[in-house]
């Protein structure tokens, strides 16, 4: 009885665990593009004027881009910086990077020194996790893997909340 007892507190454990870990790295991914995309200007994207792009550079992944100032008391226009974050469908995982510069569309390798942000990311819903809302909005909407548990859903929809235009293109 007492091994019994034992090997099912285990497994519990186990599982709290891996719905903790699937938790947190969702909520990373979530911060991440919320605090970018509400701190995100208005920039030539090309052809247009936009807080934010969105681009599929293969199939089953996305890159979303933005061009992003701080909300400290010195972050200004002329400080901003590009943002960027590409899920890679064929291994289910979120990476981020920030440069002053424009960030171009990062071959395999490239993409592997990205900063990791969660793994085990698959669409709520068929094939995309990001949508454009407009030219200022993203939706959000992706899971995480936790394990033998159900996948832990993520979803919202983040504006830009600033009128600023930038000059530096993403």
């Known amino acids: 009885?007492?091994?019994?007892?034992?090997?099912?507190?285990?497994?519990?454990?186990?599982?709290?665990?891996?719905?903790?870990t699937a938790t947190t790295a969702g909520q990373v991914v979530s911060r991440s593009l919320e605090t970018g995309i509400r701190n995100s200007i208005s920039w030539n994207t090309g052809s247009a004027s936009a807080s934010l792009t969105l681009t599929t550079p293969a199939t089953g992944?996305?890159?979303?881009?933005?061009?992003?100032?701080?909300?400290?008391?010195?972050?200004?226009?002329?400080n901003a910086r590009c943002e960027a974050w590409y899920y890679q469908g064929s291994s289910g995982s979120i990476r981020y990077k920030t440069s002053a510069s424009a960030i171009a569309t990062p071959t395999v390798a490239q993409l592997s020194t990205w900063s990791l942000l969660a793994t085990g990311v698959s669409p709520i819903t068929g094939s995309t996790i990001f949508t454009l809302?407009?030219?200022?909005?993203?939706?959000?909407?992706?899971?995480?893997?936790?394990?033998?548990?159900?996948?832990?859903?993520?979803?919202?929809?983040?504006?830009?909340?600033?009128?600023?235009?930038?000059?530096?293109?993403?």
């Open 1 to 20: 009885v007492v091994g019994g007892i034992m090997v099912s507190s285990q497994t519990t454990q186990s599982n709290v665990s891996t719905v903790s």
């Open 61 to 78: 992944d996305q890159l979303v881009k933005a061009l992003v100032i701080g909300s400290g008391s010195t972050d200004t226009v002329s």
């Open 133 to 170: 809302t407009g030219t200022n909005g993203l939706a959000i909407a992706y899971q995480v893997s936790a394990g033998k548990d159900p996948s832990i859903p993520f979803q919202s929809t983040v504006y830009s909340l600033t009128s600023l235009t930038g000059t530096v293109t993403c």
